[in-house]
């Protein structure tokens, strides 16, 4: 007997009571489909009937189901995709740690996937979420939730409830909201158990909800959005293990929120005279009035600045590094020390022009920094120099995941980049039409068209 043989027999001998209960529903609605493209057509014999109807969306619909049931969920979702949307354009999808959702131009919204986090998959056609048929504008995803908002439309909630700390549909009831209002919506990197979500508004109030961290904001909701202290101007949040918030005031007061974890412990209370701040995974770096800096989280990746860091004009972050430029253009640097929290590249930083991190999320983690010779010094997980021919000037610099660029005025890039742990330091001259480079262990196609 197989597998769905077995389980059609033991839902059978199930009594009614059992069988009422929404999981147990859900599992019969998923064996539905499963039994239903067992005894149905093939997915080729489906797409072959496409072909010749591709407007049936019936058929577009039975094709997906059977992707479904097969747990072939991306291509359930790309044929959806393609066909599905009958007269409408789509405007954005996103995806949760779970599911998918997509926003059509007519403001209607539909989702599908394990919304609830339970390891029970809906459809489209049995999702009992997909009930907002206009009035969005705005849609995103985080951790285990969806979010709809619109000019005549609360933001709504949907997801798993316990961690949202919301019944699904619901509401969040943001003060004053309007469709005047600009928000913007942040949400750290979702992990397992963690689920949360902050929105900012134009008028400067922060509004919090979800699971633990910075979710959960309840202990400073006062100061938050008390106009002593002046309204929240900026919102950060770290995105490692430990969902950490911090927000700067217009009074130019630093709050931080959410150390379940108590790795920023030597946070004790608002910090004053804050003109800007940074994060990184785990760590904050407050530049001050005065030219100082403070840092908040774990030491090994930025949580202690070093003695000394003073007349600071500018800091920049990586994923796990630090690094500040001072008033006489040299940059100090703190944090992972393989990740460009020390200069590995055997040149000094100074005379710096400017700075370049690794862009968030990258699989290898380095910094670059343009000094006034028109070298570009790149320090971290992979180092080097990439120096310009005589007289040419620097035009632009462009950050990639492992790798850095520039285009120097004599029609020249030059790049740099991390490639199965050795160095590779190429350039395309003008009038060179395509190069491609392959690494080791891994594929990495460069191509450039220098006109």
């Known amino acids: ?19 009422s209960n929404d999981s147990v529903r859900k599992v019969l609605k998923r064996l539905e489909l499963i039994n239903k493209n067992i005894t149905g057509p093939s997915i080729d014999k489906l797409k072959e009937e496409l072909s010749k109807s591709p407007k049936n969306i019936g058929i577009v619909v039975s094709i997906a189901d059977a992707y479904f049931a ?14 599905y949307p009958k007269n409408k354009e789509i405007v954005k999808v996103v995806t949760n740690d779970n ?12 989702s599908w996937g394990d919304i609830d986090n339970n390891a029970s998959y809906y459809w489209i056609s049995d999702n009992p979420y997909n009930k907002i048929d206009s009035g969005v504008t705005k849609l995103f995803a985080y951790g285990f939730g969806f979010v709809a ?43 397992d158990i963690i689920s949360a979500a902050a929105v900012l508004s134009s008028e400067g109030r922060v509004f919090t909800w979800g699971s633990e961290y910075f979710g959960d904001s309840s202990s400073f909701s006062s100061i938050l959005n008390d106009p002593d202290h002046g309204q929240i101007k900026d919102l950060k949040i770290t995105n490692g293990f430990s969902h950490v918030a911090g927000a700067l005031t217009s009074n130019n007061e630093f709050l931080l929120w959410g150390d379940d974890d108590d790795e ?11 003109s800007d701040f940074y994060s990184n995974k785990y760590a904050f770096a407050l530049l ?11 030491s090994d990746y930025g949580g202690v600045v070093p003695t ?41 930083l100074n005379n710096i022009v400017e700075v370049y991190p690794s862009q968030k999320e990258a699989g290898t983690s380095a910094f670059a920094a343009l000094n006034t010779s ?62 491609s480079y392959k690494c080791n262990l891994f594929i990495m196609n460069i191509s450039f068209l220098v006109l």
């Open 70 to 83: 097969s747990n072939k969920f991306n291509s359930a979702f790309e044929i959806l995709i393609e066909h």
């Open 308 to 348: 000394g860091t003073t007349g600071i004009k500018k800091i920049y972050a990586n994923d796990w590094a630090f690094a500040a430029l001072n008033t006489n253009n040299e940059l100090t640097v703190w944090g992972d020390v393989n990740e460009g929290g020390e200069n590995n590249s055997g040149e000094s």
């Open 1 to 19: 007997m197989n597998e769905v043989e077995a389980a059609n027999k033991l839902l059978k001998s199930l009594d009614k009571d059992i069988l």
């Open 288 to 298: 001050l009035d005065d030219g100082s800096v403070t840092t908040f989280g774990d």
């Open 264 to 274: 920023f412990s030597s946070y004790t209370g608002i910090v004053n005279n804050v």
């Open 374 to 435: 028109n070298e570009l010094i790149v320090w971290g997980s992979f180092s080097g120099v990439v120096t310009p021919t005589t007289g040419a000037s620097v035009v632009e610099v462009y950050t990639a995941d492992g790798s850095f660029s520039v285009l120097y005025s004599d029609g020249t890039l030059k790049v740099i980049l991390f490639c199965s742990d050795k160095l590779v330091d190429f350039s395309v001259n003008k009038g060179d039409k395509i190069l």
């Open 149 to 191: 908002m619109g000019p005549d439309l609360e933001p709504t909630i949907w997801g798993e409830s316990y961690l949202n700390g919301f019944d699904n549909l619901s509401t969040l009831t943001l003060e004053n909201y309007s469709e005047d209002i600009d928000y913007t919506f942040y949400s750290g990197n979702y992990a």
């Open 99 to 110: 599911a998918y959702a997509v926003l059509f131009d007519d403001g209607s919204v539909v």
